[in-house]
């Protein structure tokens, strides 16, 4: 089952929201996440997501400022120029996320950058902390293979 997010605009006779609609997990403590703009084979062994960080996407981490380059938090720029200088550096980024649901495996790849894989269950010594990285890719598993995150008791 294939699920594309379209606008309002695009769409004047789309009542409801889709199911591909909402965020694309990416931050682990200090970032910001994406927007999901497809969603593809739930709970299959390729389901897929695809999404972009958008406007708001920065505006809500920009509000938040968790590295203090705003004026509110003791740097030297507004929100809205936060936001400015990083949607053009990160407004044409894409975010891909890919799990075989059969064997629990999930992986993330972020813009141009190296794909991040992680399998489910975790072992017992397994680094979930927000450094590692692993907080996003469980939401990730959990999004596109909510059965089988349910069955490996992935939280």
Request: proline share 5%.
């Amino acid at each position: 089952m294939r699920i594309t997010v379209y606008t309002l605009a695009a769409l004047p006779f789309l009542v409801t929201p889709t199911l591909a609609a909402g965020d694309f997990p990416l931050a682990s403590c200090k970032g910001w996440n994406g927007t999901v703009v497809e969603r593809d084979g739930i709970d299959t062994v390729r389901a897929t997501m695809r999404g972009i960080v958008t406007k708001a996407d920065l505006q809500e981490y920009w509000e938040r400022d968790p590295g203090g380059e705003t004026k509110q938090f003791g740097g030297k720029l507004t929100t809205a120029q936060c936001v400015a200088n990083y949607l053009r550096s990160e407004g044409r980024a894409t975010m891909t996320a890919e799990a075989n649901c059969r064997t629990g495996t999930v992986g993330y790849r972020y813009g141009d950058g190296q794909v991040r894989k992680a399998r489910f269950p975790l072992g017992a010594d397994a680094d979930t902390s927000c450094a590692s990285g692993m907080p996003p890719m469980v939401e990730q598993f959990k999004m596109l293979c909510p059965a089988a995150a349910k069955r490996l008791k992935v939280e």
